[in-house]
């Protein structure tokens, strides 16, 4: 809880909130606005977060102590803390939302587009979240429950709730006055249609703006609209969204829930968002950041903590890949050129396989591949496979033969790339897939799985090959 809030819940006194007036110049940084906050300037404050853009106001708010934030996010105006909340990275706005009144955070969130205020609410733990939502008006609390029930990647977890929509019964004159009369509260919404609803509030039709401004003032709605527009159902995933945004020109479309209701609309922007965060997130995992994202201004428990789960994980699994080599010491001492192979066998299948993780993980965060798709990646994966294989296969095979003067040295080293080099890459193609279709990570599990299959295989193959071939060798 804020400890400059009052115990009521109430925003601070104006004698408090007033401060010293602060004129703002430009390039002020950080430290300074550090001192209006320790100095309870709200008016300087307010002034430098309407002065301070981009990256400036990134930077110089993301560096504020946690105490800093809050007291910043108190001390201002419901709508100015929005602009910083929308400016600070996710963690940092979600932990000052956790540590402010409910009925600080709730005035502050109502400022902030639906999706992005269900976004930190989603991430508040349960009873804090239901504290601010119980603060807000009864329609926008129902609005936000609903939307907070929804998975992140469906069609209900993306869209927004800013929209207009007027019965079919409804002239054009009495929206164009709606629209007059609550201009400043539509200001904010990026309106390009007025959607047209039954008694029921199904989706019957659309409107763009420019008929509007052609039609005769008396026409009603379901005179002049669009009848039977394309809209997405509510649990339609983001693949399938990302495949309709990459095939038409939509700016948005309408979501309507199973009894086709119109409850909210998805963008084309959100839905770029929402693939940029899933690569995002899946590059952070891959690099074994795991738990969310990580900012250097987070303790350094918490992300020390991240960290290790990670490379606790990895020593458990170099240990059983170093286990291979453990049962094969007799081969190794006996050809010990064999030891020089093993590393490159393994980084060199470790990178097929990588190249086709990153080829599955991009197709599935762009669409153009499924879980249902497996066998048929499988297959595209072999034939890269063993084209690369044998190439690869050959010219190790042929430094083995020209350092050591042995075809059958460089024969066992060049089907050990080979074969490894196969079994990496249908690794690395299907794995990613597979693991989606059990809704578990693909991002987080396909690294480590790779790894550990291209060392055991790389290992086991090499000093299998070499101790049938031990009399040749030596």
Known sequence: MNQSAPEDGSRPTDEVASGPATTINEGMDEGALAEMIGDR????CTEWVEATHGQEAVRALSRLSDEEREQLLAMVEPDVAAEVVERLPEPQAVDAIEHLDANIAAAILAEIPSDDRVDILKELDAPGAEAIICLMEAAEADDIR???????????????????????????????????????KYADFNITYTY?????????????????????????????????????????????????????????????????????????SGVEHALAEESDEAYREALGIIGGEELRSMPLVVRSRRRLAWLSLNIVLNIIAASVIAMHTDTLEAVIALAVFLPIISDMSGCSGNQAVAVSMREL???????????????KEIAVGVVNGIALGVLIGLVAFLWKGNPWLGGVVGAALTLNTMIAVSIGGCVPLALKGLKLDPALASGPILTTVTDLCGFLLVLTFASMALAKLT
């Open 146 to 184: 609903r939307m907070v029930a929804y998975d992140e990647d469906v069609a209900g977890g993306l869209m927004i709730t800013e929209f207009l929509a007027f019965p079919t019964t409804a002239t054009v004159s009495e929206v164009l006055r709606d629209l007059e009369a609550n201009a400043e």
């Open 196 to 268: 047209v609803i039954d008694e029921a509030g199904a989706l019957v039709g659309v409107v763009p703006l420019r008929r509007f401004l052609l039609a005769r003032r008396g026409a009603t709605l379901d005179t002049i609209m669009i009848p039977d527009p394309v809209r997405v159902t509510d649990l339609e995933p983001l693949v399938d969204l990302s495949i309709r945004f990459r095939d038409e020109p939509y700016m948005g479309l309408p979501v309507v829930d199973a009894t086709g209701v119109l409850i909210g609309v998805v963008e084309r």
């Open 41 to 44: 300037d709200a008016g300087g």
């Open 365 to 379: 965060s762009l669409g153009v591949t499924r879980p249902s798709d497996l066998f048929r990646v499988l297959g």
